[in-house]
């Protein structure tokens, strides 16, 4: 694949890690990602010999987030409105696949993860971050919400007191403090930070696969009863009146300009 690496451990049966590949863009997240990520899931999906998935990045990051320079929405967008619809609601459908997941999902974070990608790491069961490691929120700060289903997946997560603060105010925050909060489960050296989700997959390669498996559906079911997920329903919209908007605002200072 084009943005993605995947690869079967030789040592670990039942563990596969796939890696973000663009570590010249820091593993922005484009729409040939998106369509990897989602090809990946799939296949994983049918794949009953895999029982667990590390998610990490090349280089030195996990992913800096959207791609602004190659969104999927831009002012030279699709003209019928229900192609801008789906087209708005990709990184929905990219988080959804990677929380469906029966595997359990380990995400390995090396490095800067950035406001969609911080929304993939929610969608994942397990966190561990190198400890340079941050994250950031900034959709406010480019006059778009946070969508991609990222709300109700960070309030569960790190409770709504501190989702509204990080979302709204789009301030750094280390990954010491992201262990502090709960959004991580351990910090480890940066050195040791793929053996260390490797140890931990070697762990839960040990437990009876039944109830492994249970266990995940089970808390993803209360999960979704904690916050579902559907009160986003309304995101691709979002994102699209963001999107007018933002067109607008730059169409009015173009015009103010040549005045």
Same mark, same amino acid.
Not at 13 to 38: C, F, S, W, Y
Not at 100 to 119: E, R, S
Not at 153 to 182: C, H, I, N, Y
Not at 211 to 239: F, I, Q, W
């Given at each position: 694949?084009?943005?993605?690496?995947?690869?079967?451990?030789?040592?670990?049966?039942?563990?596969?890690?796939?890696?973000?590949?663009?570590?010249?863009?820091?593993?922005?997240?484009?729409?040939?990602?998106?369509?990897?990520?989602?090809?990946?899931?799939?296949?994983l999906r049918g794949d009953t010999a895999? +029982?667990?998935?590390?998610?990490?990045?090349? /280089?030195?990051? *996990? #992913? $800096?987030?959207?791609? =602004?320079?190659?969104?999927? %929405?831009?002012?030279?967008?699709?003209?019928?409105?229900?192609?801008?619809?789906?087209?708005?609601?990709?990184?929905?459908?990219?988080?959804?696949?990677?929380?469906?997941?029966?595997?359990?999902?380990?995400?390995?974070?090396?490095?800067?993860?950035?406001?969609?990608?911080?929304?993939?790491?929610?969608?994942?069961?397990?966190?561990?971050?190198a400890k340079s490691a941050w994250f950031?929120?900034?959709?406010?700060?480019?006059?778009?919400?946070?969508?991609?289903?990222?709300?109700?997946?960070?309030?569960?997560?790190?409770?709504?007191? +501190?989702?509204?603060?990080?979302?709204?105010? /789009?301030?750094? *925050? #280390? $990954?010491?403090?992201? =262990?502090?909060?709960?959004? %991580?489960?351990?910090?480890?050296?940066?050195?040791?930070?793929?053996?260390?989700?490797?140890?931990?997959?070697?762990k839960l390669l040990s437990k009876n696969?039944?109830?492994?498996?249970?266990?995940?559906?089970?808390?993803?079911?209360?999960?979704?009863?904690?916050?579902?997920?559907?009160?986003?329903?309304?995101?691709?919209?979002?994102?699209?009146?963001?999107?007018?908007?933002?067109?607008?605002?730059?169409?009015?200072?173009?015009?103010?300009?040549?005045?």
């Amino acid at each position: 694949m084009e943005t993605v690496i995947v690869e079967r451990d030789s040592e670990l049966l039942g563990l596969t890690t796939v890696t973000l590949n663009r570590p010249e863009k820091l593993n922005a997240i484009n729409p040939r990602m998106h369509a990897d990520l989602q090809e990946v899931c799939a296949q994983l999906r049918g794949d009953t010999a895999i +029982r667990i998935v590390i998610f990490t990045g090349a /280089g030195r990051a *996990f #992913s $800096a987030g959207a791609d =602004l320079k190659d969104r999927v %929405l831009s002012g030279e967008g699709p003209v019928d409105p229900l192609q801008a619809r789906h087209l708005a609601g990709t990184g929905n459908r990219t988080s959804g696949a990677l929380e469906d997941l029966d595997q359990v999902t380990i995400g390995a974070i090396n490095g800067l993860a950035i406001g969609g990608a911080v929304v993939f790491l929610a969608s994942m069961d397990l966190r561990l971050a190198a400890k340079s490691a941050w994250f950031s929120i900034p959709e406010i700060d480019l006059d778009i919400p946070l969508t991609w289903n990222g709300l109700p997946r960070l309030m569960r997560e790190l409770g709504p007191a +501190r989702t509204k603060e990080l979302v709204m105010t /789009g301030d750094r *925050f #280390s $990954a010491q403090e992201a =262990l502090e909060w709960g959004f %991580l489960n351990r910090v480890t050296a940066d050195h040791d930070l793929l053996p260390s989700a490797r140890a931990l997959a070697a762990k839960l390669l040990s437990k009876n696969a039944m109830s492994l498996a249970l266990t995940k559906s089970t808390t993803r079911a209360l999960a979704n009863m904690m916050v579902p997920g559907d009160v986003t329903h309304s995101d691709r919209e979002y994102l699209m009146l963001a999107t007018l908007l933002a067109q607008k605002k730059q169409s009015l200072k173009s015009g103010g300009e040549e005045a």
